[in-house]
C-alpha cells in the first residue's frame, strides 16, 4: 500500500487535457523541502523521467507536459494528448517517515 | 550521455543471495551530487526504491525499511560500477530490479531492467 495515492485510470480524446492527481501526506509531498517527480513508463520498458523538481522538464520533454504541487499534493497535466502518451504515470518523493523514496501506484493514461 | 548497464542471473533460488552489477558509462560512481540507487518493481508492490550509495568525501549508503537486514549496495570505483546484493531471497522479491541514477532530485538516468525471478 503506497502512502501516496494516484487514481487508477484517466483517459481523453486525442487533442484534449489529462490531469493525474498526486495526493501524500505532510510526511512527504507537504514537506516542502522534497520535491516531486513524475515518471512515464512504456510497456516492456523502464521508467523515463518526465518531470522533476515538482514542475521542471527533462531536455526533450515537450512544454505539452506540466507539474505543479500544492499543500500535500501534486499534479501532472498533459495537454494536447496523443496515441504516444498512452502508458503508466508515477509520481515519487521522499518520505521523511519511512527514509526513503516512495512512488504512487500509478496512473494509465488511455487515449480514447 | 550516461549510460547504465546492468548484468547478473535472471533466476535465484530460494535463501540464496540476489546479485546483481551496474556499469555506468557517461559518468563516475565517485561523482559527487549524484547517488546511485536500485529501484524494483513487480505486480504486487508497485515501484519500490530499495537505496543508494553516493560519494560525499565518504562513501554512503542508504536502505529502505523493508529490506535493510538483507541488503548491500557498494560501488567499485576502478570498473566504474556499483552492485546490488540482497540476501535470503523469497518468491517476493521476485521483480524487475533497475539501477538508477539520482542527478539531483530526479531519476533521470535508468538502465534496461533485470527480471529476477525467485525460484527452486
Known amino acids: 500500500q503506497s502512502v501516496l495515492t494516484q487514481p487508477p485510470s484517466v483517459s481523453a480524446a486525442p487533442g484534449q487535457k489529462v490531469t493525474i492527481s498526486c495526493s501524500g501526506s505532510?510526511?512527504?509531498?507537504?514537506?516542502?523541502?522534497?520535491?516531486v517527480s513524475w515518471h512515464q513508463q512504456l510497456p516492456g520498458t523502464a521508467p523515463k523521467l518526465l518531470i522533476y523538481?515538482?514542475?521542471k522538464r527533462p531536455s526533450g520533454i515537450p512544454d505539452r507536459v506540466s507539474g505543479s504541487r500544492s499543500g500535500t499534493s501534486a499534479t501532472l497535466d498533459i495537454t494536447g494528448l496523443q496515441t504516444g502518451d498512452e502508458a503508466d504515470y508515477y509520481c515519487g518523493t521522499w518520505d521523511n517517515t519511512l527514509s526513503a523514496y516512495v512512488f504512487g501506484p500509478g496512473t494509465k493514461v488511455t487515449v480514447l | 550521455q550516461v549510460q547504465l548497464q546492468q548484468s547478473g542471473p535472471g533466476l535465484v533460488k530460494p535463501s540464496q543471495t540476489l546479485s546483481l552489477t551496474c556499469a555506468i558509462s557517461?559518468?563516475?560512481?565517485?561523482?559527487?551530487?549524484?547517488?546511485w540507487n536500485w529501484i524494483r518493481q513487480s505486480p504486487s508492490r508497485g515501484l519500490e526504491w530499495l537505496g543508494r550509495?553516493?560519494?560525499?568525501?565518504?562513501?554512503?549508503?542508504d536502505y529502505a525499511v523493508s529490506v535493510k537486514s538483507r541488503i548491500s549496495i557498494n560501488s567499485d570505483t576502478s570498473k566504474n560500477q556499483f552492485s546490488l546484493q540482497l540476501n535470503s531471497v523469497t518468491p517476493e522479491d521476485t521483480a524487475v530490479y533497475y539501477c538508477?541514477?539520482?542527478?539531483?532530485?530526479?531519476?533521470?538516468?535508468w538502465g534496461q531492467g533485470t527480471l529476477v525471478t525467485v525460484s527452486s
Open positions: 538508477v541514477r539520482d542527478g539531483g532530485w530526479k531519476y533521470d538516468y
Open positions: 557517461g559518468d563516475s560512481v565517485s561523482s559527487q551530487s549524484v547517488s
Open positions: 505532510r510526511s512527504n509531498i507537504g514537506n516542502g523541502r522534497h520535491y
Open positions: 523538481q515538482d514542475n
Open positions: 550509495t553516493y560519494y560525499n568525501s565518504k562513501w554512503s549508503s
